[in-house]
């Protein structure tokens, strides 16, 4: 079975620094795609970043610049850095993975869980 096992959240104030991880398990394939969303209270899950298996990466417009995506192949993890928090990036955020192109809710095969990120102003 896949598991996708995220951690990393926290209270920030604004300004701050933040790592979330996500341990991944069960892919038995390598092109899959795998990454983060969010969910803040009373809005839409949304895409944040994404990281394809040919290295290529992408952001949502509202975080580029400030979040990072990596891996650690050796520990099947993946890595968000988020700096410069800001209020509006508070929000449940959830690792995923998927075989499937794009980086939609729907094109999603597999949901970790999600881990708290606060951020005060």
């Known amino acids: 079975d896949v598991q996708l096992q995220a951690s990393g959240g926290g209270l920030v104030q604004a300004g701050g620094s933040l790592r979330l991880s996500c341990a991944a398990s069960g892919l038995t394939r390598d092109d899959y795609t795998i990454g983060w969303f969010r969910q803040a209270p009373g809005k839409e899950r949304e895409g944040v970043s994404c990281l394809s298996s040919d290295g290529s990466t992408w952001y949502v417009e509202s975080v580029k610049g400030r979040f990072t995506i990596s891996t650690d192949n050796a520990k099947n993890t993946v890595y968000l850095q988020m700096k410069s928090l800001k209020p509006e990036d508070t929000a449940v955020y959830y690792c995923?993975?998927?075989?499937?192109?794009?980086?939609?809710?729907?094109?999603?095969?597999?949901w970790g869980n999600g881990t708290q990120v606060t951020v005060s102003s």
């Open positions: 995923a993975a998927t075989y499937r192109s794009g980086w939609e809710n729907y094109g999603i095969d597999y």
